[in-house]
């Protein structure tokens, strides 16, 4: 598999040789969609709490009579078939959302997404990505001659220059590629990757 390496202008100045089990992959709609869902539902924390009949507050007195009134019959007000009354299967901050998926499943759902930005020409291979210091506008003026608004950018070492000036960048996300993630992936236009991320994720993936 032959990806487009690409200059500091944004143009192609050479091919670079890749391997075909993670760029040349067939697109899986249906993995892709399991390892992308499964990653965001464990990145989810139990936050909600509801409570039962026996947390809320209210009165244990009998509402009414139990006969002769022609309605239902009512123990007191905290039934859940009552307004302002508990739940009866109420959600809890120790709610687990996690969904298990294979690490092969895994590799492969990457594979499949990587392969078809490859297809799509949303996915570019440079040299060297780095900044001189840690400054936003130096990033911005890079990928900006590169003709690259909303990328990300996945390289084989983050030092701390290039994290401190594209962290500020609302449309960037820089990455190192043990950390590259298929919501990531799939999320960005572009995605722009250093020749040493891609040997890195050839050696994690392939």
């Known amino acids: 598999m032959e990806l487009k390496l690409i200059n500091d202008q944004g143009q192609q100045a050479a091919t670079v040789s890749a391997s075909d089990a993670l760029f040349g992959r067939d697109y899986n709609e ?3 969609h399991q390892v992308v869902v499964a990653y965001q539902a464990n990145g989810r924390s139990g936050n909600r709490a509801q409570m039962t009949r026996a947390e809320v507050r209210h009165s244990t007195k009998k509402p009414f009579r139990q006969k ?9 007000t905290s ?28 590799r492969a759902g990457i594979a499949a997404i990587l392969s078809q930005l490859a297809r799509e020409d949303r996915l570019a291979v440079v040299d060297n990505f780095s900044v001189d210091a840690p400054k936003t506008k130096l990033v911005a003026q890079k990928l900006k001659s590169m003709g690259l608004d909303s990328v990300l950018v996945i390289t084989d070492s983050l030092d701390d220059n290039l994290m401190l000036a594209s962290r500020n960048l609302p449309n960037v996300l820089v ?18 990757l250093t020749k040493g991320a891609v040997a890195k994720m050839e050696e994690m993936l392939a």
């Not at 002769?68 to 007191?76: D, E, I, L, N, P």
């Not at 990455?175 to 722009?192: W, Y």
Request: hydrophobic share 35%; net charge positive.
């Open 175 to 192: 990455l190192e590629a043990q950390q590259a993630d298929p919501v990531s992936l799939v999320r960005f236009p572009k995605v722009l």
């Open 30 to 32: 249906t993995l892709v």
């Open 68 to 76: 002769g009134t022609g309605r239902a019959r009512a123990g007191m």
């Open 79 to 106: 039934s859940p078939l009552w307004r302002g009354g508990g739940r009866i299967f109420p959600n809890s901050p120790e709610e687990n959302f996690s969904q298990k998926v294979n690490r092969k499943m895994y």
